[in-house]
């Protein structure tokens, strides 16, 4: 999966995720539709996207070889193991109404129909790779346009069912490994410089979540009043300095405590070669470990793109969808497993 793979400036930047939320002029928000109105919106969307017509932007938009997935369909380990891997929200997991997804065959792109808005087009890849994914969900947005009728205001910009998407409707966030900031008792200061500046830092699942494995995700808070463009650049610029300053504070970590930084990552090392049982917690922390130590050259014959696809095999409905575990236990014996397979 494209997740695993070491992207640009991927020692501290994993991903990078563009997404455009869109709804239908005319149709109601889906929390207020009815299963009529819902399976309307799934219709008009998917027949947007998946139509086969002639044309450059069709057939780019065709390479991507796109999927309609009926949520309907998938059990509630199938979907919460495709959240896990940030290929849908946390809220498309509710069965209680009839929700879609339109996937490409390299999981890069991931347009959800019916969560809060009827489309939440997302294109995601690994690295720092802002504009690679604005690009491409922009492309994605105005082949949609020529079908769908948008709801659209000349002042407020594109119509969200939460205000504060309204405007451009586009977020952009970076996923990042920021051990440098926390270890040094800096992540507090960058919270609050990255809030006045208009972008947000949260866990690595979003809004609410933790920072698991020292993996947060930076994202801009503003969507009107600029243009996508202007969103793009700004962030991009902030970022490339909070990376610039997450490897200084690395090195400086390294330059002023060397033995005890390199005991550290040894130990964690060790115990992820030779543990029988290991929480998510223990196990996103100690990888967390294993990452800067092959970011400083402490580690030697382990790939980054190797932890990156340990972190994705070891989440828990991963684990249960793979393995069958059937219970808390077994998943930490199975993760305990799976992390001695990769590193043995």
């Not at 079908?147 to 966030?173: E, H, I, V």
């Amino acid at each position: 999966m494209w997740y695993y793979d070491y992207g640009k400036d991927g020692d501290v930047v994993l991903s990078s995720r563009v997404r455009l939320a869109r709804n239908i002029k005319g149709l109601p928000f889906p929390a207020a539709a009815d299963k009529k109105g819902r399976d309307e919106i799934i219709e008009k969307c998917v027949s947007a996207l998946t139509n086969r017509e002639d044309g450059e932007r069709a057939e780019k938009v065709k390479d991507m070889k796109l999927k309609f997935i009926d949520m309907a369909n998938m059990s509630d380990v199938e979907k919460q193991a495709i959240s896990e891997c940030h290929l849908i929200s946390p809220q498309l997991i509710d069965g209680s109404v009839r929700r879609g997804l339109i996937l490409s065959s390299d999981s890069r792109v991931s347009i959800m129909i019916n969560e809060e808005d009827h489309l939440r087009i997302q294109c995601m890849e690994a690295g720092f790779e802002i504009d690679k994914c604005y690009a491409a969900a922009d492309l994605i947005d105005d082949f949609a346009e020529e079908k769908l009728d948008y709801a659209f205001d000349k002042d407020f910009g594109y119509l969200t069912c939460c205000p504060t998407n309204a405007g451009t409707g586009l977020r952009a966030s970076v996923m990042v490994h920021l051990p440098g900031y926390v270890l040094t008792g800096k992540f507090g200061e960058l919270s609050d410089t990255l809030s006045q500046l208009g972008l947000t830092v949260r866990g690595i699942y979003g809004e609410g979540s933790k920072g698991l494995g020292n993996i947060f995700q930076i994202s801009n808070q503003l969507t009107l009043g600029m243009t996508e463009q202007d969103i793009i650049d700004r962030l991009k610029q902030i970022v490339s300095e909070v990376v610039a300053n997450e490897r200084q504070l690395r090195n400086l970590l390294y330059k002023n405590d060397k033995f005890r930084l390199e005991d550290r990552v040894m130990r964690s090392l060790g115990t992820l070669e030779r543990a029988v049982l290991m929480t998510t917690d223990e196990a996103m922390k100690r990888l967390s470990d294993l990452r800067l130590g092959i970011a400083l050259g402490i580690i030697e014959g382990v790939k980054p793109e190797t932890v990156n696809e340990i972190t994705y095999s070891i989440l828990p409905a991963n684990i249960v969808k793979n393995h069958n575990t059937a219970n808390e236990f077994s998943r930490d014996l199975k993760r305990g497993e799976i992390i001695k397979s990769y590193l043995k």
